[in-house]
């Protein structure tokens, strides 16, 4: 009943609904199906049927369908090797999308498949076979799948995409281990429907093969194989020109003879946890080796190498060898005109694409117990050179101990040779190689300078004609955060150094020049030297006809070529952050500096003998200043100091006092021919200079001291001056001779046409012509503003002087009297408007005090001047009635004919108007100024009145800088 009455209810359902019920039962089963039970059957089989048709054991970590998108995934796939803990294939994660077309076409049409991070490991024994070979079919069991596979439907793979991944790969047989990552291979699609089986696949593949990136298209399957192995080898005397067609065809080398003894013992062992072991030890030895170069030319002989190897873990990169010793080889090296060094030009072309790939990580760990190279040599020719320069190493002699790479490992080294016959190179201390760390006691000695002249042919036009150095000391080198620091702490120095230009004349030489205790560091660049000693350092020094120094001309810049001038503009453009350099003392003795100018005829030569000096305190950083301390002789009798403080880096400055005392002014000769005509036939020279440098400026101070300074007859000279120089030098002279003047020299040193050297004669030239053209401008500071004149300020309208200074005019009227060549013309001047309005003024003033002054007399005061009295404001309008009664000029009356009482503006008015300002007043103001000077000199001085002329008065011009009311002394 219970049956019946449930079909009948479900009859009594609209038959649409019953199928509506049923479509939705059947969509809940396949939904249910689809997401949660056929992911964990297909993750059960695929674990189960590939263990045991592939022997490895197989697992899946997730396995997920969206049976509505038809899209399948795959997650944490491995296959485990076989023989090894360690994954034999996998990957993380598979996607499959097929398209729901696949139904009606009766075909398999995947919309895309995306492995990622797929990983399989390889190997290759040494029998070939390889660690999956188990997995090959048979012939019969390959002809029966493939008559399997015809059975299958057709198929249609789109957008297939392979990302990420490892697989490593052991070729024994090659003794390599080849990794690839970062893999991505695209492949648009891969089909056998009829309509696309003619079609040519052409997948993308990119990877990191090895530590180097690579791309290219087309397909690609790795396979790895590995093996087992140990075998022993034991060879004596083997005939190295007998494999010489194994080398590469370009490499350019030939083997002549040589002999190969190997003894080594091979050792493959594959552990149960997976891990790959191959040892070698044993001995490698080589005899009578002699190879050349393809044009017969030697490069490398030795009678005998050994290298005992203790133990080579070379899938593990470590190797222990005992012992390597070479005996006598002799290397031969060229670096040719291209710049190349001729044994890198021997290498393939395959090593030389190498150098220009990126670099890869290795993890190569090796440590040599000992080593030895015994008496070596090495002979270098350099070919870029116009002149080709060699260098000979003999008795070379190398001994280390505990070479290795394993960090934090140093080891001992001891090198000894003999460079170019006459040096010795010692060398003695510990190398670390992991990190960098060099740690060396440096001792050479008798450095042959000669050896470097062919580098300088065609760039300088110098010889060097002897010379050696020497360099001892410790030098540590370190890498550290991406940076080599290298320190250096010792002495250095030069002994028997001589230059000569190119007619083998002298120009620089010096008996030794050492620097002791000299501390170089390179981060932060720093070079710290305690004492500089120069001894019997010669110099020669002059300016040729063109006005170049010699030393300019030792740079041969025609044989510079143009990379070169623009290699150097660049460097000077890029110029690093200067180093810090200290030097607490340069000594400088013995020295000597030969002059020799031939701009002027006869040429001048002069030279400075007996340098003796030093500076102290050097530094490059921008406020410290050195102390500068040198005496010398010029021409042997004549002392020279020089003090102050420099600063001689790239701000430039000095601050030195220059003493130069009891010069004889007759060598000079050729240079007072040359600028004023006359020789000089006798006098001395006394200077006392102040040079301030500030980088380009030079300001310098000049008292000069001339002492009987006589002139020779004249000379036509077209160079020289046109001034009156005889006169000018007899106006300098005071009545003893002497000359005494402060003449100021300034310039830019970068100005081409301004001479450091010449400015002591130039000082001198400057002295004749200022004391010819304005010998008021010699007298210092009498007259500050370098003017041909002097000037003495009036009151307006009037002599009295404005700011008179009694000692100053003392000091001036001296100075007129000891020069007695000189002559002066006193003039004055007059400003006819203001003076005129001025005395105006005076004039008005003086009628009111004369009225006040009879006042004064009536009451028995004296008063030696009218200027002198003073009406107080009350007393102004009693004074100014009287003035105006006291008038004689016409003035208003009254009716009676009596004065006429008028406010005290209009009495003022009429007084000021009635005042009369002539021509001849203003020309007597002047000719009264001009006579107050005078008497002044003649009677303070004493200047001789006859050396002394009233000029006739002048108006003033318009001149901001002199006033208008004024007297002006003017030498002669």
Request: net charge negative; glycine share 6%.
């Amino acid at each position: 009943m219970a049956e019946g009455s449930i079909k009948q209810r479900w009859l009594a359902f609209p038959r649409w609904q019953r199928w509506f019920f049923i479509l939705s039962l059947l969509l809940l089963f396949y939904t249910v199906f689809g997401f949660f039970i056929l992911p964990a059957i297909v993750r059960s089989q695929l674990e189960t049927k590939l263990t045991e048709a592939l022997h490895r054991q197989t697992t899946v970590a997730e396995v997920k369908v969206n049976p509505f998108t038809l899209q399948c995934e795959v997650n944490g796939f491995e296959i485990r090797d076989k023989e090894k803990e360690q994954v034999f294939v996998g990957f993380d994660s598979l996607q499959v999308n097929v398209q729901g077309s696949s139904l009606f076409k009766l075909a398999v049409i995947v919309q895309s498949i995306s492995l990622i991070n797929p990983s399989a490991n390889v190997a290759l024994h040494d029998d070939l076979s390889w660690n999956f070979s188990d997995l090959l079919l048979s012939s019969k069991d390959k002809k029966e799948e493939v008559e399997e596979e015809k059975e299958l439907l057709p198929f249609s793979l789109n957008n297939i995409e392979i990302t990420g991944g490892k697989f490593h790969f052991d070729d024994q047989i090659k003794g390599m281990i080849h990794e690839i990552t970062d893999l991505h291979l695209a492949i648009p699609y891969v089909s056998d429907l009829p309509s696309d089986i003619e079609i040519f696949i052409q997948p993308a593949f990119e990877a990191v093969v090895n530590g180097t990136a690579i791309g290219m298209k087309g397909g690609s399957k790795p396979f790895h194989a590995s093996h087992h192995s140990e075998f022993n080898i034991n060879f004596t005397d083997i005939d190295l020109t007998k494999y010489i067609n194994y080398l590469p065809d370009d490499l350019g080398i030939a083997v002549h003879s040589g002999l190969l003894d190997l003894t080594l013992a091979f050792n493959f062992t594959q552990h149960e946890d997976g891990t790959t072991v191959i040892n070698t030890q044993g001995t490698v030895g080589l005899r009578d080796v002699d190879i050349r170069d393809r044009k017969d030319q030697p490069i490398l002989s030795f009678p005998e190498m050994t290298l005992d190897i203790d133990r080579a873990h070379i899938l593990r990169k470590e190797f222990q060898f005992a012992r390597f010793y070479l005996r006598e080889p002799l290397l031969t090296m060229e670096r040719m005109k291209n710049g190349e060094i001729n044994l890198l030009t021997l290498l393939p072309a395959s090593v030389e694409e190498e150098k220009t790939a990126p670099p890869t990580v290795n993890s190569l760990l090796f440590n040599l117990k000992k080593a030895v190279i015994d008496e070596a040599t090495i002979h270098f020719s350099d070919q870029v050179p116009g002149q080709p320069a060699l260098f000979s190493v003999d008795k070379f002699n190398l001994a280390a101990a505990n070479i290795s790479n394993e960090q934090g490992e140093k080891s001992r080294v001891d090198l000894d040779f003999h460079l170019n016959e006459t040096a010795t190179v010692k060398v003695g201390g510990s190398v670390g190689l992991t990190p960098l760390n060099v740690t060396l006691d440096l001792g050479v000695k008798g450095l042959p300078f000669k050896a470097a002249q062919p580098y300088l042919d065609g760039k300088v036009k110098a010889i060097i004609g002897s010379g050696t150095g020497e360099l001892t000391g410790s030098l540590s080198l370190v890498h550290k955060d991406d940076n080599f620091a290298l320190n250096f702490h010792g002495n250095a120095g030069s002994h028997k150094f001589s230059l000569l230009d190119t007619k083998a004349k002298k120009v620089l030489s010096w008996e030794s020049f050492l620097i002791e205790k000299l501390d170089v560091t390179t981060v932060p660049m720093r070079v710290f030297v305690e004492t500089v000693v120069v001894d019997g350092m010669e110099s020669f020094v002059s300016i040729n006809e063109d006005g170049l120094l010699n030393l300019a001309n030792l740079a041969d810049k025609a044989g510079a070529t143009a990379e070169e001038v623009q290699e150097d503009k660049s460097g000077r453009l890029e110029q690093e952050v200067a180093p810090k350099i200290e030097i607490s003392q340069v000594k400088l003795s013995n020295s000597r500096l030969d002059f020799q100018d031939h701009q002027v005829s006869p040429p001048f030569t002069t030279s400075l003998q007996d340098i003796q000096g030093r500076i102290k305190g050097l530094s490059s950083s921008k406020d410290v200043f050195a102390d500068l301390d040198i005496s010398a002789k010029l021409g042997r009798h004549s002392p020279i100091t020089i003090s102050g403080k420099i600063h001689p880096w790239e701000d430039f400055f000095a601050d030195l006092m220059v003493g130069l005392h009891d010069v004889e002014l007759s060598p000079m000769s050729p240079y007072s021919l040359k600028f004023i005509s006359f020789p000089l036939t006798k006098g001395k020279l006394n200077l006392d200079l102040h040079y301030l440098v500030d980088g380009k400026k030079l300001t310098s101070e000049n008292k000069a001291f001339i002492d009987q300074i006589t002139l020779g007859d004249f000379v036509k000279n077209d160079t020289a001056t046109s001034l009156p120089v005889s006169l000018a030098i007899s106006l300098l002279k005071n009545r003893a001779g002497e000359i005494a003047l402060d003449i100021p020299v300034s310039g830019e040193l970068d100005d081409p046409e301004f001479s450091v050297a010449g400015v002591i004669f130039t000082v001198i030239k400057n002295l004749l012509i200022k004391a010819a053209t304005s010998p008021f401008a010699l007298l210092g500071p009498l007259f500050p503003d370098n003017r041909d004149f002097l000037f003495v300020e009036f009151e307006p309208g009037d002599t009295k002087v404005i700011g008179r200074d009694d000692e100053k005019w003392a000091i001036f009227a001296k100075a007129m009297y000891d020069h007695p060549a000189l002559k002066l013309d006193v003039i004055g001047f007059v400003e006819p408007e203001q003076d005129s309005a001025a005395m105006t003024r005076i004039n008005f003033d003086r009628q009111l005090k004369v009225q006040k002054l009879n006042d004064l007399d009536k009451q028995k005061q004296a008063v030696t001047d009218v200027d002198d009295v003073v009406i107080n404001p009350e007393e102004y309008e009693k004074y100014l009635k009287k003035a105006y009664k006291a008038a004689t000029f016409e003035r208003p009356k009254n009716m009676v004919g009596l004065l006429k009482g008028l406010p005290p503006a209009e009495m003022e008015k009429l007084i000021y108007d009635h005042i009369v300002i002539s021509d001849d007043d203003l020309h007597q103001l002047g000719m009264d100024r001009a006579t107050i000077i005078k008497d002044y000199l003649v009677e303070t001085g004493p200047v001789e009145p006859e050396r002394i002329f009233l000029l006739q008065p002048k108006n003033s011009q318009p001149d901001g800088d002199v006033p208008a009311f004024r007297v002006e002394i003017v030498a002669k």
